[in-house]
């Protein structure tokens, strides 16, 4: 059975930082794109990033480049998001999701971990 | 202001059918494969429909999806209550090179 179970969540100062972790299971983690998509309190689903089977390829919202960066280490099956500079405007839930490619869709999700910027 | 548009909210009684529309451009639907997300209140989304018309294993025949165009749409047929949820397009955007959502629709059975 397929599960990605995210982790790191929680409150946070403006200008702050977090780091979120996806571990995976029950799938050849390599064989697989991984991307975090967030949806803020009442709102739609809001795609953050996405980074390559390898890890070689890395894609970002406008909103969060220069201050979130993806990666994973395949030899772990865990998925991080490094998130730096931390505004209102980032709190939310994030969720960490696979597929078979980049542009690809996402068969399975996580449950989601809050992160909540506030001071 | 989402990228593609849908309409925030639909409504049918049980058992009938209803249809919601996700619209973009060029350089998303119209050049690459339109998926569609069910989220029941309080859960994560679910992918329902993936690749314009193609339903997951466990995803029910009364769910479809098409596209033309820049346009995509999904129906529900034989409407259920627990159908009630927000539904979501999303695909693959060429020029801002990432994935774009629509804003949702709430699906009400009423």
């Known amino acids: 059975e397929v599960q990605l179970l995210e982790s790191g969540g929680g409150l946070v100062q403006p200008g702050g930082s977090l780091r979120l972790s996806c571990a995976a299971s029950?799938?050849?983690?390599?064989?697989?794109?991984m991307t975090w998509v967030r949806q803020a309190p009442g709102k739609g689903l809001e795609w953050v990033s996405s980074?390559?089977?390898?890890?070689?390829?890395?894609y970002y919202t406008n909103s969060v480049k220069g201050r979130f960066t993806i990666s994973r280490d395949n030899s772990k099956n865990a998925l991080y998001l490094q998130m730096n500079g931390l505004k209102a405007a980032d709190t939310a839930v994030y969720y960490c999701?696979?597929?078979?490619?980049?542009?690809?869709?996402?068969?399975?999700w996580g449950q989601g971990t809050l992160v909540t910027v506030s001071s | 202001q989402s990228v593609l548009s849908q309409p925030p909210s639909a409504s049918e009684t049980p058992g009938q059918r209803v249809s919601i529309s996700c619209s973009g451009s060029?350089?998303?639907?119209?050049?690459?494969?339109v998926h569609w997300y069910q989220q029941l209140p309080g859960t994560a989304p679910r992918v329902l429909i993936y690749?314009?018309?193609q339903r997951p294993s466990g995803v029910p025949d009364r769910f479809s999806g098409s596209k033309s165009g820049t346009s995509a749409s999904l129906a529900i047929s034989g409407l259920r209550s627990e159908d009630e949820a927000d539904y979501y397009c999303?695909?693959?955007?060429?020029?801002?090179?990432?994935?774009?959502f629509g804003g949702g629709t709430k699906l009400t059975v009423l």
């Open positions: 980074i390559s089977e390898s890890g070689r390829n890395s």
């Open positions: 690749r314009n018309n």
């Open positions: 999701a696979k597929g078979p490619a980049i542009a690809s869709w996402f068969d399975s």
């Open positions: 029950g799938f050849t983690f390599n064989n697989y794109a």
């Open positions: 060029n350089s998303n639907i119209g050049s690459n494969h």
């Open positions: 999303a695909t693959w955007d060429d020029s801002l090179r990432g994935v774009v």
